[in-house]
């Protein structure tokens, strides 16, 4: 059981590589839409596109790299013994870490 712990680690921590893509998406569809509207952010001033054509591309490819992630989690978890409360928000996290080495480290 505790052998599948690092295997876990490893699948969510690599996982989050490519997962850089989606999250990068998604900030700069939330940061030019919704939290300019609030004022909280500035739009990218040559973004002139619309907002319906950015979120035709952050939807799926977010739907589609959380359904590899959810496929690839599925047996990691059931071998680790974890409790599911336990393991998903730590999976997602540990998915987060290269985002968070790239935005601190860059």
């Known amino acids: 059981m505790?052998?599948?712990?690092?295997?876990?680690?490893?699948?969510?921590v690599?996982?989050?590589?490519?997962g850089v893509v989606p999250v990068w998406l998604l900030w700069y569809y939330v940061s030019n839409g919704p939290l300019a509207d609030l004022g909280w952010t500035?739009?990218?001033p040559t973004e002139n596109d619309g907002m319906l054509l950015w979120l035709l591309v952050v939807v799926p490819v977010n739907?589609?790299?959380?359904?590899?992630w959810?496929?690839?989690?599925?047996?990691v978890r059931r071998r680790t013994g974890l409790d599911p409360r336990v393991y998903w928000p730590a999976g997602?996290?540990?998915?987060l870490v290269p985002t968070f080495v790239l935005v601190f480290v860059l």
Request: glycine letters at 6%; hydrophobic letters at 65%; a positive charge.
């Open 2 to 12: 505790w052998k599948w712990i690092p295997v876990a680690v490893g699948v969510n």
């Open 14 to 18: 690599l996982l989050g590589v490519p």
């Open 42 to 44: 500035r739009r990218e």
């Open 63 to 68: 739907v589609v790299f959380l359904l590899v």
């Open 70 to 75: 959810w496929l690839a989690n599925r047996p």
């Open 92 to 95: 997602a996290l540990m998915a």
